[in-house]
């Protein structure tokens, strides 16, 4: 028998240098000097005492994490950063897309009042989807940030802890933020999904970052 936890059963690894760590807790108050600097006989500490008890850093009566979620991570990133970071994931994506359209030829289409090429069309969508879905979960999920975002100095966070997301995080933010685009919406979706996060507040998040639960923060 092993006391470790079984691998998949959730939650960040204790070793992701990005999940947010427990407040600092304070030296308990020197007995000597100012009658202050004791804590009440039976009672609990005076607000804003600085007394190390339950919810001195602005947590829970529990001692947890303080209540804005964003605390202990690095600043939220710039929506202008994200949208040129997205750009040049999208340039990679579609040479890769151009390349693959070409060697199975379904490059081109036509549409004709007598025949309409729908094969072809649906197999570039699809190649489309299949690519950037791919793309984005797999450097997300392994890395916290596509190539668009290590070359702006951006990661991926969850909401409520800052560890990397998950495959299952990551997957679900990249299909609400591609599947629309390569099937129907392509550039127009983009613009919505992403561009939310320049109006969305407190956490500037996209759509896609909503429906998994996710941030963008700053890299240090």
Known sequence: ????PPSGSGGPPEDDPFRKQPPPQQ???S???SPYDRPYD???PPPYSGGGGPGAYGGDPYGGYPSDP???MPPLADSGKRTLARIV???LVYIVVALLAWA???DQYTVDADELEFGKTFGRELITAILYVAYDTILTARHGQTLGKKWFGMRVANLDNGSTP???TSLIRALVLWVPFAFCCACVWTAIAGGWSFFDKPYKQGLHDKAAKTVVVGVG
């Open 1 to 4: 028998m092993t006391s470790e």
């Open 89 to 91: 994931d999208m340039i």
């Open 166 to 168: 998950s495959v299952q």
């Open 31 to 33: 007995q000597g000097g």
């Open 70 to 72: 964003l605390a202990g």
């Open 104 to 106: 199975f030829r379904v």
């Open 42 to 44: 039976g009672e609990p």
């Open 27 to 29: 030296p308990p108050p």
